[in-house]
């Protein structure tokens, strides 16, 4: 019996590390990606970790989730980088939910830290979207009145 | 057979225990195996010896406040419709402890609810209602409440009016403030905090108005307290005849200000206070915040502050309590029953909701807390009742806590109801000495 349960524990282990070094390897994701990903973490956890949670999953009738959400992954990178750069608090239904707490305006941080922290909301947790570039970021900022 | 079930219980309990890290701070590691037996059944909940707790209901929604007639009877107010309606009654018919017969009436959402003198009073996030009682203490007619007052401001941030009534015949009514620490830029990086608040005329205190007059506004009321930057729980102390409210701290002081406040002066920083008002009390808001580790009032950093300036004005009020920041109490109530020993008669109950902004470090809360009182005044510390809610030993993304204590009501045999606005269940807390 125990030896089995050890036995099963080894194989969950090993599938465990298959698939860490796997990450760390031959990761899906491309290695522009990746690098933005890294320096979007830092700039998540300074600016929008607070109220969207360390796993993204916002904090109930407060802060929407970026987990999972459809805007998050969405085509529409345009309407993300806008929120950024103005912050947001339209009181619009997010996905059947109100959201009550004011998002501030974060045109203080530099179009790279903008892309960055979107690629990586957008490729984290359970999300899997594409890149957000610096031009894309440029573009939204010229579009600010 | 009962035997079996209990000590089936005690071994999935032991399993579940050994798996999981017990917090420091838990009364469960001062309880016996015994014990642990006895939580595993109460609803998942961790209760003193001697309680007992069931779910009187579940998944009933965004189960907000809660009061309960003297035939037993409980109203829900809701903060979400459900079914295109705001307010439940739940009845036991069987007298099983489970509600069986569930009704619901009122198309708008909201916090607020009470029961005054043959009156059920309810609120929206702008305006508050009454409904007539029956001798049976049923609404007489669902579809058409009495406007009390209307016109209160919501602007999202901190909408909820709760309310409380004195035995004069008013309401006092919160009006949270649409703002963190009203500053120019709400929660804006290093934005100054507007002098003076501009958000004080007509938020962030308690207002009172008359309880049976109908249509009132602003103009009506009168602004009891202010510096209050958002009470959800509120409740008249029939003991001493005064009104004690639970503040919500601010938020964000790391996040806002990061050269003065580290990220642990950011989750510890400032407490949530307990304030005893009277006509005229000011607690400061948004100029002072309470630290609850120096155990004085701090000027706020949008106000000149910078973590150790210590507030100097004599118009702000000190708290009668000081509890662990952010955990948002949502909740209060003196008990005033017979049923629970001596130590928790005329005491305060607190519900406390449940934080979100201590990240990084893990979130804290959730449970309902206790403080011994005398005379209208705090007679020992605080400490916790009813914990286990979030059904998790550890919270770090508010998400995963699975119920979250919102609403606090006694019943007529002086039992405790406590309402969870997350999964929608309603908790009773008896006591059985055993």
Avoid at chain 1, 29 to 45: C, F, H, N, Q, T
Avoid at chain 2, 19 to 44: E, F, M, Q
Avoid at chain 2, 248 to 267: C, I, S, V
Wanted: hydrophobic share 35%; glycine share 10%; charged share 20%.
């Amino acid at each position: 019996m125990t030896s089995i349960k050890k036995g099963l524990i080894g194989v969950a282990l090993l599938l465990l590390s298959i698939n860490f070094l796997g990450f760390k390897s031959d990761i899906k994701l491309p290695d522009p990606i990746m690098a933005s990903v890294l320096r979007g973490k830092e700039v998540y956890k300074a600016q929008c970790l607070a109220c969207h949670q360390q796993d993204g999953g916002g904090v109930p009738h407060m802060n929407p989730p970026l987990d999972g959400a459809l805007n998050v992954n969405g085509n529409d990178k345009a309407r993300l980088i806008r929120i950024v750069l103005n912050g947001l608090a339209d009181r619009v239904e997010i996905e059947g939910e109100m959201y009550s707490n004011s998002m501030a305006s974060h045109k203080d941080l530099s179009n790279q830290q903008i892309a960055d922290v979107l690629t990586y909301i957008r490729n984290s947790w359970t999300n899997k979207a594409g890149l957000v570039t610096v031009e894309e970021v440029k573009i939204g900022r010229s579009k600010l009145r | 057979m009962l035997k079996i079930v209990r000590y089936g219980l005690l071994v999935a309990s032991i399993i579940g225990m050994s798996s999981t890290k017990v917090l420091a701070n838990d009364p469960i590691k001062k309880l016996s195996k015994k014990h642990v037996v006895a939580d595993t059944i109460n609803a998942g909940l961790k209760l003193p010896t001697g309680f007992e707790a069931l779910k009187v209901a579940d998944n009933l929604g965004r189960a907000r406040h809660i009061a309960v007639t003297a035939q037993g009877d409980i109203y829900v107010k809701l903060g979400k419709l459900s079914s295109g309606k705001g307010t439940l009654r739940l009845r036991d018919n069987n007298k099983d402890g489970k509600a069986d017969d569930i009704q619901s009436f009122g198309n708008f959402i909201g916090t607020g609810i009470a029961i005054k003198n043959n009156y059920l009073y309810t609120s929206s996030d702008d305006a508050v209602y009454r409904y007539q009682l029956n001798a049976n203490g049923e609404v007489m007619n669902t579809e058409a409440p009495e406007t009390i007052i209307s016109g209160l401001i919501n602007r999202r941030q901190h909408e909820s009016k709760s309310v409380a009534l004195d035995n004069d015949g008013n309401i006092y009514v919160n009006i949270g403030a649409y703002s963190n620490s009203c500053q120019i830029e709400d929660r804006k990086k290093g934005s100054l905090g507007k002098m003076p608040c501009p958000i004080l005329d007509s938020a962030g205190g308690i207002w009172k108005f008359s309880a049976s007059k109908l249509n009132q506004t602003y103009e009506n009321g009168v602004r009891y307290a202010t510096g209050l930057r958002n009470v959800v729980g509120l409740d008249w102390n029939t003991q001493n005849n005064q009104l004690y409210v639970m503040q919500h701290g601010r938020d964000q002081l790391h996040d806002l200000f990061p050269e003065m406040y580290t990220e642990k002066d950011n989750a510890e920083k400032p407490a949530e206070t307990m304030y005893a008002l009277k006509q005229g009390t000011n607690a400061g808001w948004p100029y002072v915040y309470y630290d609850p580790e120096l155990k004085k009032k701090m000027v706020a950093p949008e106000y000149g502050g910078d973590g150790k300036k210590v507030s100097t004005d004599k118009n702000f009020a000190d708290p009668v309590v000081a509890f662990p920041a952010h955990m948002a109490p949502n909740g209060i109530l003196f008990y005033t029953g017979n049923q629970f020993p001596a130590k928790y008669k005329n005491g305060a109950f607190i519900a406390f909701h449940g934080s979100w902004n201590r990240a990084p470090l893990p979130q804290e809360g959730y449970y309902v807390a206790f403080v011994p009182f005398k005379n209208g005044k705090p007679s020992g510390e605080w400490e916790i009742f009813a914990n286990g809610f979030a059904g998790v030993e550890v919270v770090t993304s508010t998400r995963s806590a699975q119920h979250r204590p919102c609403g606090l009501a006694e019943g007529p045999d002086g039992s405790l109801y406590v309402s969870d606005d997350s999964k929608g269940t309603i908790y009773k807390i008896n006591y059985t000495g055993k």
